[in-house]
């Protein structure tokens, strides 16, 4: 079956860089995406990876190593507006489907 | 472009009534997926579309669950009849096509379900 593992919680103070993993198991991978989620809202697409690497977006970065069936979400310049839900999702069998991740609950404080 | 667009917002409904939540995808988007978010069980894909035609309903919990997608800019999904276990966030996403960059999903922003 499909499973992904991310903490559940992360604090940092404003303007640190904090790192957000995940590690997954499926068959038929595709691709690692991440979404933010604030409370009360819709989660919201951040970043897409399908190789190895880093793919950068702004303060965003994320990271894949399909080998290692890992991958990272960077945030720097920590804001507090960053504090939110973050959630990294699997696709696989040629895309479509996500399976989501349990979320990370981001803390910024001051 | 106003966004994936979901109503009712907010439902609250009684036991063994009928409750249906639409959608109207992002014009142009091909691939609609239906979610269902709690504290318990997180975020998960109940069904999804492509061209109109579901492509995976595996988790559509029970039978008392049914979505439809009649054309590409509407789309329901029924619950009859509900239970309080039924309560949850619902959201509907829609994208571009399924896979690759081009299949971010875009989210609506959800209708808040409550079962008495």
């Known amino acids: 079956g499909q499973s992904l593992e991310q903490p559940s919680e992360v604090t940092a103070v404003e303007g640190a860089i904090v790192q957000i993993n995940c590690t997954y198991q499926?068959?038929?991978?595709?691709?690692l995406s991440w979404y933010q989620q604030h409370d009360g809202g819709a989660p919201t697409f951040l970043s897409y990876n399908a190789l190895d690497g880093l793919e950068e977006t702004g303060r965003f970065s994320s990271f894949l190593s399909r080998s290692d069936s890992y991958g990272y979400l960077l945030l720097q310049e920590l804001q507090m507006k960053d504090s939110a839900s973050y959630f990294c999702?699997?696709?696989?069998?040629?895309?479509?489907?996500?399976?989501f991740g349990q979320g990370t609950e981001l803390s910024v404080k001051p | 472009d106003a966004g994936v667009i979901q109503s009712p917002r907010h439902e609250v409904t009684e036991m063994g009534q009928e409750v249906t939540l639409r959608c109207k995808p992002i014009s142009g988007h091909n691939s609609l997926f239906w979610y269902r978010q709690t504290m318990m069980r997180g975020l998960e894909l109940l069904i999804y579309?492509?061209?109109?035609?579901?492509?995976?309903d595996s988790g559509m919990p029970e039978d008392r669950f049914s979505a439809k997608m009649p054309n590409a800019s509407f789309s329901t999904l029924k619950i009859q009849p509900s239970e309080p276990r039924d309560s949850a966030v619902y959201f509907c996403a829609s994208s571009f096509r399924l896979a690759g960059p081009r299949g971010t999903q875009y989210f609506g922003p959800g209708t808040r379900l409550t079962v008495l």
């Open positions: 579309f492509n061209n109109n035609v579901p492509i995976d």
């Open positions: 499926t068959s038929g991978f595709y691709g």
């Open positions: 999702a699997v696709s696989y069998n040629q895309g479509g489907k996500l399976i």
